[in-house]
């Protein structure tokens, strides 16, 4: 077995004086498969254990990778003390390249905290419908760095999370059940408007996935140019699918407003020509002639 002994004790790598054997590789796989193993047992209780609290599905996706990360980073540690090595001094030797990588990599050391403020915080979990940049999706995942956010064209999209942070997002599974919603809707002038509010409310209430309580509500809301502006306000649970809903309620109001005569107008202009002026644009009269001529 002397030819193992020998396998075993050669010597791959020397740093700072020790020495790195492929015994000492082989502890370090162990020790990473035993932690592994560690923290899929400890996500499994702590799932069994949580059931019994009912906590929510993001806030046990937050603690367990918060423990996962506790345990990799304790396992990091000690496998490097197994290996010889003494972190102190390791980070006392590398204080200089460490704040030279800081500066150079500010971004994703912000992208770290801002992904423990959420996980600590939660108010941003699995599973919740946000809103950032104009662009809906629902969290399906929370990474220390990024995050995964999948759209309503089922495209995963990964969002760093310095970006929930700094930037406005709206949390609609943070609100209230109900949230209200509105759609904006011009008739020509001369219309009943009287006619245009009965039908914008009768619209909404026969749609089943607007709520009954609070009641839609139209608004004249104002004199445009073209139009008489009005808004059909209403509430529903279904924020997912709120622009399928819009888009049922628009083709409710088209089709009643086709039956009642009512006409939704197009952008008009008036175009009024001055007699005796250049058609060309200048402000000469036609048929003047500049120069010598």
Known sequence: MEWLNNILEYKILEVSGKVVTPFQIIVLLLILLVVKLISRS??????KRAEKYDLDEG??????????????????VFSLESLGFDISLLLAGSAALLVGIGLGLQDIFKDFISGIIILFGGSIKVGDVIEIDELVGVVKE???????????????IIVPNSNFIIQNVINWSNSNKLTRFKIEVGVAYGSDVRLVEKILVSCAEENE???????????????????????????TEKIWRIENIKSEL?????????KNGITIPFPQ??????????????????????GNE
């Open 269 to 290: 202009r008036d175009l009024h020509i001055k007699s005796g002026m250049d058609p060309r644009g200048t402000d000469n009269p036609i048929g003047f002639k500049g």
């Open 209 to 235: 996935m607007v709520n009954s309580r609070p009641k839609p509500f139209a608004r004249f809301n104002n004199f445009g140019d073209s139009s008489l502006e009005f808004q059909i306000y209403f509430w």
């Open 42 to 47: 400890i996500e499994y209780a702590f799932k």
């Open 250 to 258: 628009r083709f409710s109001i088209d089709d009643a407003f086709r």
């Open 59 to 76: 806030k046990k996706f937050a603690i367990i990778k918060l423990i996962k990360y506790f345990i990799y980073v304790l396992a990091i």
């Open 142 to 156: 929370i990474n220390i760095r990024t995050s995964k956010v999948r759209t309503r064209d089922g495209i995963i």
